[in-house]
């Protein structure tokens, strides 16, 4: 599979993941922050460069496009290999991000809360991410069908 539909099956992924994440943070207390954790690493970014980080909707912004797209680089890996196993990738992608996700806050000494407050909160941040995967290798595995 090329780049570009590796690409666009990464961006299916990551844009399943933000919807769901977005969508159920509003209305679950214990869901997953890693909005949250984003507004760190974009707040850090911003230090290390010597300039003030933006605050509100630009910091939210900022947020929301790194996270999407570095979930789509990543999970645009389900495009590398025969189209078949794409949804396998993607199951392996999206456990391997999600198991990150929950281990990154140690790791980056960013807030742990975010992605632990409660074991369901854990759980949910794996799940969540392993559907992403799921969802980039579907895509993946449909468009390598049509060619």
């Known amino acids: 599979m090329n780049a570009g539909k590796s690409l666009l099956a990464g961006v299916a992924g990551a844009t399943f993941l933000n919807v769901l994440h977005e969508s159920v943070r509003r209305i679950v207390p214990t869901a997953p922050r ?77 807030s742990k809360k975010a992605v632990k407050r409660h074991q369901s909160t854990k759980l949910m941040t794996v799940a969540w991410y392993l559907l992403g995967g799921i969802v980039a290798g579907a895509v993946a595995q449909i468009i390598s069908k049509r060619d």
Do not use: C
């Open 34 to 110: 890693v909005d949250l954790l984003g507004r760190e690493v974009v707040r850090r970014v911003f230090h290390k460069q010597g300039k003030k980080a933006p605050k509100g909707n630009k910091e939210y912004a900022i947020t929301l496009a790194a996270d999407v797209l570095s979930n789509a680089i990543f999970y645009s890996l389900v495009g590398w290999g025969k189209g078949r196993s794409a949804w396998i990738r993607g199951l392996v992608l999206g456990l391997s991000a999600g198991l990150g996700a929950v281990k990154a806050p140690d790791y980056m000494k960013l």
